[in-house]
């Protein structure tokens, strides 16, 4: 059965009174408001609850092992592999669940900016909100392309109904399964919103490799002279933070393709944390709360809906989804040329990474596969000391391929584009975590322009004796002495140790990649 078909089929199958069809802004915000789903703030944006689930299920997570495509997968405890019988069974128990509702909401849209390689969607929800929330995350059709849109992807989402493990073959009440085939995402069990982008990510990130397109987790934004750049980083590595340039215009915060033409946002909107959220921090996500967009789990006075971004009663994990549009300094569409300038952004709490550094080929690749930041002690339980965490390519609960043909695709790209590509520690400086300090944001700043404005493509460079990075000599409106870690710690031999013991980290992480990446390793990885 093709994609058109399918799509077909499922309207047919759900086709009746009780189906709500590409309903606008307004009118998702007024049934959420009738069907108490949530209540109005005093921007007038939508705030909901997601239960206990307040973040992702990733160990509910599967691929249907399917023959045309079980010989691509990247199988594993990320990608886990279910049987089409069990997605057949709970197929047809959504479906008829969903046809006993009295309302059913469908959106249709794509995933992705540039029309030449976007993937129209049908998104089905049983709740009103998550309805708004697909119409603000994904690209929303003009009238012209809703009159032609022909989905080749589906999202049917449940939340309410509940898998038993026993008789479902899930391994809990939650359930998030991809079936190529069918072309279908089928998600119940949770509340959480975000399964339904990160789902429709993971779609793309097996489907634009395939046809030459590198799909990434990142931001992106633009200069005045057309120079892109993109921001590669774990959470608390200051991506949302260095991306937002008031001189720079934004292509996207999250999810782009890379393709023959430039760089497209794979979204139409962003999906923004928001604990401690203020208008001094972060004024372009502050300002873009209004009307339409969604509040998940953010807690709210009761008399004057007045949102308090700093408490986390429900979870520290709050979150507002809202389209690009609501950003003032955008590109529109979210589509640009090829990347002048990639950052990699580490926290590093050991404190011994450059605080910038120019990569080879080779290095990018291994730092894109190695995707190193740090956890903080005191961050959560059990963590008394700075820990090492890697996330391949920056994603890695969302890649269903072999990460080394992301890494592949994006050394050729450097390659073929002559893009410069930079580490930025955003971490410690002069000592690890709870000795040493933050790196001052205004040097991480100043190293970024530079970068990005072509100031250290030629600059003179010395190479860290131990990870074997680049390191500037000297960057504008950065003292030289900042610049090489070891000359920040008052003691040469601690800083030895400590840079040793995360280069040991890095070797032990890359030992996965080993049967397929030697030259990587040799090439990119540390010295000692």
């Known amino acids: 059965m093709n994609s058109v078909s399918m799509s077909n089929e499922l309207v047919s199958l759900l086709q009746g009174q009780n189906i709500q069809m590409q309903l606008s802004v307004p009118q ?45 997968i990247d199988w594993g405890s990320v990608n886990q592999p279910i049987s089409s019988e069990v997605f057949e069974k709970l197929y ?17 849209g794509f995933a992705g900016a540039d029309p030449k390689y976007r993937l129209p969607i049908q998104v089905i929800n049983e709740y009103a909100w998550h309805n708004l929330f697909a119409h603000q995350l994904f690209v929303r059709p003009t009238e012209d392309e809703l009159s032609e849109h022909q989905a080749e992807f589906s999202v049917v989402y449940a939340p309410n109904f509940k898998a038993d493990p026993e008789v479902d073959g899930t391994t809990s009440e939650t359930f998030i399964i991809v079936s190529f085939e069918k072309r279908t995402v089928l998600i119940g069990g949770t509340e959480y919103a975000g399964e339904m982008k990160k789902s429709i990510f993971s779609v793309m990130n097996y489907i634009l490799p395939e046809t030459d397109i590198l799909s990434m987790h990142c931001s992106a934004n ?10 590669f980083g774990l959470s608390g590595t200051g991506k949302t933070t260095l991306s937002a340039d008031p001189n720079r215009r934004l292509i996207g915060d999250d999810e782009h393709g890379w393709s023959p033409n430039g760089v497209f946002n794979i979204e139409g909107g962003c999906y923004a944390k928001c604990i401690g959220l203020s208008r001094e921090k972060e004024p372009q996500i502050f300002d873009a709360i209004r009307f339409g967009s969604v509040l998940e789990n953010v807690m709210v006075n009761e008399h004057t809906r007045i949102a308090d971004y700093d408490d986390n009663l429900l979870t520290e994990n709050t979150r507002a989804a809202y389209p690009i549009q609501a950003i003032d300094n955008i590109v529109e569409p979210s589509i640009a040329g090829h990347p002048n300038t990639i950052i990699f952004l580490t926290a590093d709490a050991f404190g011994v990474l450059p605080p910038i550094s120019k990569l080879s080929k080779e290095q990018a690749m291994y730092h894109f596969l190695s995707g190193y930041t ?17 996330s391949t390519c920056f994603g890695s609960p969302f890649l269903p391929l072999p990460a080394i043909r992301y890494a592949e695709m994006l050394g050729k790209k450097i390659d073929e584009h002559n893009s410069q590509v930079f580490l930025v520690n955003t971490g410690w400086t002069g000592g690890e ?28 460079t010395v190479q860290d004796e131990i990870f074997g990075l680049s390191i500037p000599v000297h960057v504008p409106g950065v003292p030289d002495e900042v610049l090489q870690p070891v000359k920040t710690w008052d003691n040469e031999k601690a800083y030895t140790q400590k840079a040793l013991e995360l280069s040991e980290q890095f070797r032990n992480n890359f030992k996965k990649f080993s049967s397929f990446s030697t030259a990587i390793e040799e090439k990119g990885g540390p010295l000692k």
């Open 222 to 231: 633009v200069g005045r002279e057309g120079d892109v750049a993109l921001f």
């Open 28 to 72: 998702l915000v007024e049934k959420v408001l009738q069907r108490q789903e949530g209540v109005l703030t005093s921007t007038g944006a939508v705030r909901a609850e997601t239960g206990k689930y307040t973040g992702r299920s990733p160990k509910d997570k599967f691929i249907v092992e399917e023959e045309s495509i079980k010989d691509k």
């Open 433 to 460: 975590y709870g000795v040493g300090k933050r790196m001052k944001l205004s040097y991480t700043r100043a190293m970024v322009q530079a970068a990005l404005e072509g100031e250290l493509t030629n600059v003179e």
């Open 92 to 108: 047809d128990k959504v479906i008829k669940y969903l046809q006993n509702k009295d309302e059913v909401f469908v959106f249709n």
């Open 374 to 390: 740090s956890k903080l002690a005191g961050t959560e339980r059990g963590v008394t000391s700075p820990e090492a965490t890697f």
